[in-house]
């Protein structure tokens, strides 16, 4: 993959990216996280050229299989070109009917017939037909149909696509070594971008921390250097974490057909028309009419008024996305985020369990952390900062005073750290030193006194120096994490204690 460099990460946290992809078929640079929005070429719900000019968009996907199977589309198509036929000026997408092969068990073409067809309508990127496997399908079958895509891959490769880029879909099911290794073979393949597939019954049925194990396999035999899609991904509440673990591009059919049924996106979930008394967006569709107005509207301009807003709030948190990556503040809008839904929670915390895998992506420096709630207790930097204790600990016999604050009887010791859950210890010539510069609570939860005693347990491990702990009250569960050898007391006029 990545034979012809279309794709250069610009800045990077955790294992979310920016990157500027560049389609050289379209002459232009996409830059990453993309939203794709899906047009149907037979119900075009926003025009595409609105969509280029007032909306920005720089890429669309189409579907190339129902301009194929549509009589007077597929000519339209051959003759003018999809860009001309739509009326868009970007980069186009092309699927390849492998959504249709899934709802109907067969279609009549295959793929060095598609592919060729993109190619010939002028399509930038271009999709074999690879079988979508559904979530929860048995093992024999995630395997038999992953040979197919592979086989479908193969042939893709095998045609002349000239300057399109070609998609290789990564699929598996929810078997998680499949999915790793039908992205180790994407990886493998000279095709240029990798779909993560057959993911959106896991999305619809807000099975996040399956997601997010999934797309994780998919990123480990994938490698950091594909550009990654997650195909099917088009709610605005998924975006952060979705970008968080390594995604690239997205694709929102759900725009319009949210709008279809009067449904409402925001980044905190879904609203329907007809329970909203206010239109709490600052998008030009919701400063210019109420509720009511829009509920009188006919049908049709109401349908695209919807499809209107519910554009606009994707596309804006998308650039949210990017502009939390270019500052280093990703991982505070994952977690705001989650706060929208439990089952976001559940992503987010399946996420953390890869810390240590998301820390070798991590930048050594980025912005602030904020300590927001017992989930930022397993963020990366908080276990970065524990393998940095190993390298600073004071030499065996010092005798270290380790502190939340208030230290009356300071001068008995050595040397004077602070202590700061979710960190733990640290000398104070770091207090100054990324990530110890976080914002935290006053009222530590439980999950970072915890952390912090595990923090207290890797520096004694490193040192025979004699350690005593103040603490400001923490509870049994993370006292019980200190080890033996140091000397705990709770500091006087100690603080309320943990909350969680
Ligand atoms: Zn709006």
């Known amino acids: 993959m990545c034979d012809r460099e279309v794709f250069e990460v610009q800045a990077a946290d955790g294992a979310g990216r920016v990157g500027a992809l560049r389609i050289p078929r ?7 996280p993309a939203l794709l929005p899906v047009v149907n070429p037979n119900v075009l719900t926003v025009d595409p050229a609105r969509l280029a000019g007032e909306f920005g968009v720089e890429m669309l996907i189409t579907n190339a299989y129902i301009v194929h199977a549509t009589d007077g589309l597929r000519e339209a198509a051959l003759d003018r070109g999809l860009h001309d036929l739509l009326g868009f000026p970007g980069a186009i997408m092309t699927d390849s009917g492998s959504f249709q092969l899934a709802e109907y068990g067969d279609i009549d073409v295959d793929t060095p ?75 493998a393949s000279t095709l240029d971008l990798a779909p993560v597939g057959a993911m959106v019954p896991l999305l619809e049925s807000y099975r996040y921390d399956e997601v ?16 990654v899609h997650l195909f099917g991904a088009g709610h605005p509440m998924i975006f952060a974490l979705a970008a968080a673990l390594g995604c690239d591009l997205f694709d929102s059919a759900a725009y319009a057909l949210y709008a279809r049924d009067g449904r409402y996106l925001t980044t905190a979930g879904t609203e329907h028309l007809d329970d909203l008394s206010q239109l709490p967006c600052p998008c030009p569709v919701c400063t210019g009419h109420d509720p009511a107005a829009l509920r009188g509207a006919p049908d049709d301009e109401r349908e695209r008024l919807l499809a209107e807003h519910n554009l606009h ?32 929670v559940d992503g987010y915390r399946a996420l953390l369990d890869e810390s240590a895998w998301l820390e070798r992506f991590d930048p050594a420096s980025k912005g602030t952390v904020f300590a927001l709630s017992a989930e930022s207790a397993r963020r990366p930097e908080v276990r970065r900062h524990h393998d940095r204790l190993v390298r600073v600990a ?74 005593t702990l103040a603490h400001g009250g923490w509870p049994e569960s993370a006292l019980a994490l200190v080890p033996d050898g140091v000397r705990t007391e709770r500091r006087p006029g100690g603080g309320a204690g943990p909350t969680g």
């Open 26 to 32: 379209a002459g232009r640079t996409v830059e990453t």
């Open 394 to 467: 004071p030499p065996d016999g010092a005798s270290v005073l380790l502190t939340e604050g208030g230290v009356p009887s300071a001068d008995q010791f050595d040397a004077v750290w602070r202590v700061v859950p979710p960190f733990g210890p640290y000398p104070r010539a770091l207090a100054s030193t990324y990530p110890l510069t976080a914002a935290t609570p006053d009222r530590p939860d439980r999950a970072a006194c915890e952390a912090a005693a595990r923090g207290v347990a890797r520096l004694a491990a490193a040192t025979g120096a004699e350690l």
């Open 212 to 227: 997010v194990r999934v797309v994780l396999a998919a990123k480990r035999g994938l490698g950091p250097a594909a550009p």
């Open 313 to 344: 709030v994707t596309l804006a948190e998308v650039r949210r996305v990017r502009e939390a990556i270019r500052s280093g503040n990703l991982f505070e809008l994952v977690e705001r985020r989650a706060r929208g839904h439990p089952a976001l």
């Open 113 to 187: 017939e598609i592919v060729r067809f993109q190619r010939d309508v002028g399509a930038d990127v271009g999709t074999p037909v690879d079988v979508p496997t559904p979530p929860d399908a048995d093992r024999e079958t995630a395997l038999a149909d992953l040979r197919e895509t592979e086989r479908a891959t193969l042939e893709a490769e095998a045609v002349e696509t000239g300057e399109m880029l070609v998609s290789a879909p990564v699929q598996g099911s929810t078997h998680l070594d499949l999915r790793e290794s039908a992205g180790r073979a994407a990886a």
